[in-house]
């Protein structure tokens, strides 16, 4: 990081590094999916710098994937939801300090259907993984699902929706509906639905796109 972006970051005195060490009270963790990646070093460095370019990596989510050169969203389930757990574990080494996930989604089309069994596949997935960390010793205090709604992405403003609740934008009232996920996170957080489910069980069959 010294080498490629040493300009650009900043300078602190001792005094200042043994202030700033083990002087937070929390670590806040955006977490959406886990990646393979690889060296790229070689690739042109011409244009602007951006953290994408900083990192000379190539990064795919299936080893067999395109590599992608710019940030992406998590459209896709991953077949393994334990990068979450590992990146926990892995930050035991430097503290047992307390963790709380802030940001942990899937993206969709804004527009597609309000049956979005995917996102509850996913959500299920990492919020398993989470409580695989907390049993390892993990000391993780909460966990936040993004987003409630339906809103502007950064990367991918109003065609990827992450929201529970879908937001029609082109109505001036912008109605919000409950998705499948919506009614199933309901339910988990009454207690009323494991935390690993068969999201095509008998037991989440009242969570159908009828009750939406």
């Known amino acids: 990081m010294k080498k490629i972006a040493g300009p650009r970051l900043p300078l602190f005195t001792k005094s200042q590094s043994e202030a700033l060490m083990a002087s937070f009270d929390f670590l806040g963790m955006n977490y959406y999916t886990s990646v393979y990646a690889s060296d790229n070093s070689n690739r042109s460095r011409e244009g602007i710098s951006s953290f994408q370019v900083d990192m000379a990596a190539d990064m795919r989510v299936e080893k067999n994937d395109s590599p992608a050169?710019?940030?992406?969203?998590?459209?896709?389930?991953?077949?393994?939801?334990?990068?979450?757990?590992?990146?926990?574990?892995?930050?035991?080494?430097?503290?047992?300090?307390?963790?709380?996930?802030?940001e942990n989604g899937f993206a969709m089309e804004a527009d597609s259907a309000l049956n979005d069994s995917s996102r509850i596949e996913y959500l299920n997935g990492y919020i398993g993984s989470t409580l695989d960390a907390i049993r390892n010793g993990a000391d993780v205090k909460g966990y936040f699902v993004w987003s409630f709604l339906d809103v502007f992405e950064f990367f991918g403003g109003y065609k990827k929706g992450f929201g529970l609740y879908h937001v029609d934008f082109d109505d001036k009232n912008r109605p919000r509906t409950p998705k499948l996920s919506a009614l199933w996170y309901s339910d988990f957080l009454k207690s009323n639905t494991s935390v690993a489910p068969n999201i095509k069980s008998p037991a989440l069959a009242h969570l159908s796109s009828a009750s939406l």
């Open 69 to 102: 050169h710019h940030p992406f969203l998590p459209v896709h389930v991953p077949k393994d939801f334990s990068g979450l757990q590992k990146l926990m574990q892995h930050l035991k080494k430097y503290g047992n300090f307390p963790i709380y996930i802030h």
